[in-house]
C-alpha cells in the first residue's frame, strides 16, 4: 500500500511539474545596462551568543531534583533544580498559624477597644480599664505585623528553594549532580540565549566609513542569511592590520549554530568600478544559489550570478552570458522555470505606447 502511495505521488508530482513547464509565465522584464558600481568585498567574521549566563544558588540545602542535562532547551522561568526545604516547610506552617492565632487576639483586642471607646466617652469606666484595652489592641495588631514579617520572610527563602531559568535558552554546562550539598553562590549550570547572536567582523577604517549604525545587513551564517543589525563600531583596533571590529545582533530563531561559528558578509568600499546592473529583485534565489531569468527567443534562460555590488535599486551582477542589453525578468519570476515559455507584458505595453505616439 505504501509502495503505491508513492509511485501515485510521483505520478501526480511529474504531472503537475510538466504542466508548469509547459505553461507560458506572464512577466515584466528589463535591459540589463553598465553602470559605476561600489563592488563588494566579503569579510569573514565570528558569531557568539550575546547572552550567556552562569547560574548559581541563592540559598544552601541539598539538591533533590535537577530538571535539566546538558544540550536541553528550556524556557524563561523553568525550574531546574529543587533543594530540599523540609525544614523551611515546617517553619512556615508554624508561623502560618502565629499569622492566624494573632489575627483572632486583633479581633477580639478590636472589639474591647471599641467598646472601651464608647464607654470611656460616657464616663461609665475607668480611664485605666480603657488604656488597658488600647494598649492590647496595639500590642496584638503589632504582633500579627510581626508574625505576618516572618512568615513573608520564611516565603522568600522558599521561593529560593528552587532555582529557575533566567531566560530561555540552551544548558551549555552542568555543574551539579543530585544529592550534592549547596552554598550559597555555588555554581549549577552556564546557559545561553542561542536565538539572540553577536557577529564581530575586523574592518578597513575605508569600509567603517560607508556603514550607518542602526541599518540592517544580510549575514551569511552557515549557509543562511541572516538580518543583522549594526549597533556598534569599536574605534580601539589592531594596530598591525589597521582594522577595527564592528559588531553586529541578530536574532537567528531556531537556528542550531554553534558559539564561534563563521559568519561572512559583503562590504562597499568607496571605489568604483564599471558592471552590468539590474533590478534587485531580478535576483533571486533558486537551488541555492543567486540567478536571474533571461528571456531569450520567448524562453526564460536561468543564470547563476553573482552579486558584487549596488548601485540605488539596482544590483551589479556578474555571471557567464551576460551581455549589455539582454532583458532580464525582474517580476514575475518566481514562477518561472528554465526553458518555460514566457510572455513579456511591459514590452507590448512599450510597442502600444509607440504606436500611439506615431
Given at each position: 500500500m505504501y509502495k503505491k502511495f508513492l509511485v501515485g505521488f510521483a505520478l501526480v508530482f511529474v504531472t503537475l511539474t510538466s504542466i508548469n513547464a509547459a505553461g507560458t509565465a506572464l512577466v515584466n522584464t528589463d535591459v540589463i545596462k553598465t553602470s559605476e558600481v561600489n563592488p563588494l568585498q566579503e569579510f569573514v567574521g565570528t558569531v557568539s551568543f550575546d547572552k550567556k549566563s552562569k547560574i548559581a544558588s541563592q540559598s544552601s540545602g541539598i539538591a533533590k531534583k535537577i530538571n535539566f542535562e546538558v544540550g536541553k532547551k528550556v524556557k524563561k522561568g523553568e525550574v531546574l533544580v529543587s533543594i530540599d526545604s523540609d525544614i523551611l516547610n515546617a517553619q512556615i506552617k508554624a508561623a502560618s498559624s502565629s499569622v492566624n492565632m494573632y489575627r483572632v487576639q486583633l479581633k477580639n483586642a478590636k472589639k474591647n477597644y471599641l467598646r472601651y471607646k464608647a464607654l470611656i466617652a460616657q464616663k461609665s469606666i475607668a480611664q485605666k480599664v480603657f488604656d488597658d484595652?488600647?494598649?492590647?489592641?496595639?500590642?496584638?495588631?503589632?504582633?500579627?505585623?510581626?508574625?505576618?514579617?516572618?512568615?513573608?520572610?520564611?516565603?522568600?527563602?522558599?521561593?529560593?528553594?528552587?532555582?529557575?531559568?533566567?531566560?530561555?535558552?540552551?544548558?551549555?554546562?552542568?555543574?551539579?549532580?543530585?544529592?550534592?550539598?549547596?552554598?550559597?553562590?555555588?555554581?549549577?549550570?552556564?546557559?545561553?540565549?542561542?536565538?539572540?547572536?553577536?557577529?564581530?567582523?575586523?574592518?578597513?577604517?575605508?569600509?567603517?566609513?560607508?556603514?550607518?549604525t542602526g541599518d540592517m545587513y544580510d549575514v551569511n551564517i552557515s549557509g543562511k542569511i541572516v538580518k543583522a543589525k549594526l549597533y556598534a563600531a569599536i574605534p580601539s583596533g589592531d594596530k598591525l592590520t589597521r582594522t577595527f571590529p564592528v559588531r553586529f545582533k541578530a536574532n537567528v530563531g531556531d537556528m542550531f549554530i554553534y558559539d564561534g561559528a563563521q559568519a561572512k558578509v559583503g562590504f562597499a568600499k568607496n571605489a568604483k568600478t564599471q558592471a552590468l546592473v539590474i533590478n534587485r529583485d531580478a535576483v533571486i534565489n533558486r537551488f541555492n544559489m543567486d540567478v536571474v531569468f533571461a528571456v531569450v527567443d520567448n524562453k526564460a534562460v536561468m543564470i547563476p550570478v553573482q552579486v558584487i555590488g549596488f548601485a540605488g535599486t539596482n544590483a551589479a551582477i556578474s555571471g557567464k552570458g551576460l551581455v549589455e542589453g539582454m532583458d532580464i525578468v525582474v517580476k514575475g519570476n518566481e514562477r518561472v522555470f528554465p526553458k518555460m515559455d514566457v510572455k513579456v507584458l511591459n514590452k507590448q505595453d512599450k510597442s502600444q505606447n509607440s504606436e500611439k505616439a506615431k
Open positions: 484595652s488600647k494598649l492590647a489592641y496595639d500590642v496584638a495588631n503589632e504582633s500579627l505585623i510581626s508574625s505576618q514579617s516572618k512568615l513573608n520572610e520564611l516565603k522568600i527563602q522558599k521561593s529560593k528553594k528552587v532555582i529557575k531559568a533566567p531566560f530561555s535558552g540552551v544548558i551549555v554546562e552542568k555543574n551539579i549532580n543530585t544529592d550534592e550539598w549547596l552554598n550559597v553562590g555555588s555554581q549549577v549550570a552556564t546557559i545561553v540565549n542561542t536565538q539572540d547572536v553577536q557577529i564581530i567582523f575586523n574592518l578597513p577604517l575605508s569600509f567603517i566609513d560607508g556603514l550607518k
